[in-house]
């Protein structure tokens, strides 16, 4: 097919997709499109990587960023946070229901002061304001499970056609190289093959999770659109992950889908969702110590022992930290005389330590890694005490929550601005839903009858 047509075709699907989505009745905000226009582009390219497509160039490096991307983040951020006004969020509210994420961040932002890049740490510490103020934008919706669902499906509907419509017909742009070894390389729509992997694993895993609330949809023909539609993405996602060929990124999906799944047994006592927890992770590490489980999940990967030098990476990394409790300060180690000593050895240039856990650990010390680790068992109880009132939301909550905890094993996640971290803070903040007018309504009957019961009853 010529590249034209399947453009063209390209072009008409996603149309379609989002005219389809329009006319099914549910009603939604408007203000969900900043988070489908933070998502999509932390997703896929920044702003000037879109255009430099076309050869156009704003000068942005790798220390500066580029001014249009801040232009393009500030803009939402702005945005964004004027629609929580509008909406009068609480603050107080966000900051008693969060208080381990208002402290990771505090702490983020204390430690630029001995960042030996200030003003380039305060630059980056803005932009990560965006993850908190797009995820309440989902979070504050009235209905917050129907919004997530529509943010990540338009997500969808543009990263995953635009990711095959480049690989099969636009390799210049879907397709890379590697510069020494000259191996190819399926990057889709995204920059690299992790980016696609991690992208298929979000939406693979949203769409798993849709497929099985599809499947209660009591609506015939709404019911046989949703089971089409998570099918038919689920089919494309198996395409673009055989493309990108990410173990990590195939691995974590599994392991949320299994979450999903298990969540789902009417055996499993969701009070006890953390005692499991505990329970399988005395388990992995007894057999691990006898049965060395963890090379020889490597081995089925196809994964040579060093996660391709990753390893090596960290030991290099580790060595050059100065200051083990405070860190380098806020996304400050990769950066001057440490970025020119690790260039000098590894030819490939990271600019990340493949790891969210050590990642954290080179730019906030022991100290960040402590409040990142509270931050995620507050996260995750939150969820658990919610799995039986919000149910179909917290079982994709956890799902999310555990693939990411994997996959930052050997991708660096918790950083910048990342589609991974966007989601994580979906998952991770709570804001009380006010009370219905029904419920309100329901509670004033309640009380008028036991007042009239007490009067009866001093009679």
């Known amino acids: 097919m010529p590249p034209k047509i399947a453009t063209l075709l390209t072009i008409v699907l996603i149309l379609f997709l989002f005219i389809w989505e329009s006319r099914k009745g549910e009603k939604v905000s408007s203000a969900l499109w900043l988070p489908v226009m933070w998502m999509a582009i932390t997703g896929t390219r920044f702003v000037g990587q879109w255009l430099n497509l076309g050869g156009w160039n704003d ?5 500066d960023g580029s001014l249009i991307d801040a232009l393009y983040f500030s803009s939402l951020i702005i945005i964004g946070i004027c629609v929580l006004v509008s909406r009068r969020i609480i603050l107080s509210k966000i900051l008693k229901n969060n208080r381990w994420l208002v402290v990771f961040f505090a702490y983020c932002f204390l430690s630029i002061t001995w960042s030996d890049f200030p003003f380039i740490a305060f630059k980056r510490y803005i932009k990560i304001l965006g993850h908190p103020v797009i995820a309440l934008i989902i979070i504050t919706d009235p209905n917050p499970l129907n919004a997530l669902r529509t943010v990540m499906k338009r997500c969808a509907f543009l990263m995953m056609p635009l990711s095959v419509l480049f690989i099969k017909y636009y390799p210049e742009y879907g397709r890379y190289f590697d510069n020494w070894t000259g191996q190819a390389y399926n990057s889709g729509a995204m920059l690299n093959k992790n980016e696609l992997g991690y992208g298929c694993m979000l939406f ?35 395409w673009l992950w055989h493309m990108a060929q990410s173990a990590t990124a195939l691995t974590t999906f599994l392991i949320g889908v299994v979450t999903i799944i298990i969540l789902g047994f009417r055996i499993i006592n969701k009070n006890f969702v953390g005692t499991y927890l505990i329970i399988t992770i005395l388990l992995a590490t007894w057999a691990e110590l006898n049965f060395d489980i963890y090379e020889e999940i490597i081995e089925l990967l196809g994964r040579d022992p060093t996660l391709t030098d990753r390893t ?3 030991g290099d990394a580790l060595a050059l930290v100065n200051n083990p409790i405070f860190g380098m300060g806020f996304e400050s180690f990769w950066l001057g005389p440490r970025l020119d000593t690790l260039w ?31 931050l995620i068992v507050s996260t995750f109880r939150k969820i658990s005490r919610q799995l039986i009132t919000e149910y179909d939301f917290s079982r994709l909550r956890l799902g999310f929550l555990f693939a990411i905890l994997f996959y930052n094993h050997t991708e660096a996640a918790f950083k910048a601005v990342h589609l991974v971290w966007t989601v994580f803070h979906i998952i991770a903040i709570d804001y009380p839903k006010p009370p219905t007018p029904f419920k309100t309504d329901q509670l004033k009957l309640v009380q008028q009858e036991n007042l009239l019961r007490r009067k009866i009853y001093i009679k």
């Open 204 to 238: 693979g895993i949203f769409f798993f999770w849709n497929l099985l609330i599809a499947s209660r949809i009591k609506n015939w023909r709404a019911k046989i659109a949703e089971l089409l539609l998570s099918i038919g993405f689920l089919y494309m996602i198996g």
């Open 344 to 374: 000098s050895k590894w030819w490939w240039q990271p600019n990340q330590a493949h790891n969210g856990y050590i990642e954290t650990y080179l730019n906030l010390g022991a100290m960040g890694v402590f409040l990142l680790f509270g």
């Open 312 to 314: 090596e990476i960290w």
């Open 59 to 63: 000068g942005n490096n790798y220390q």
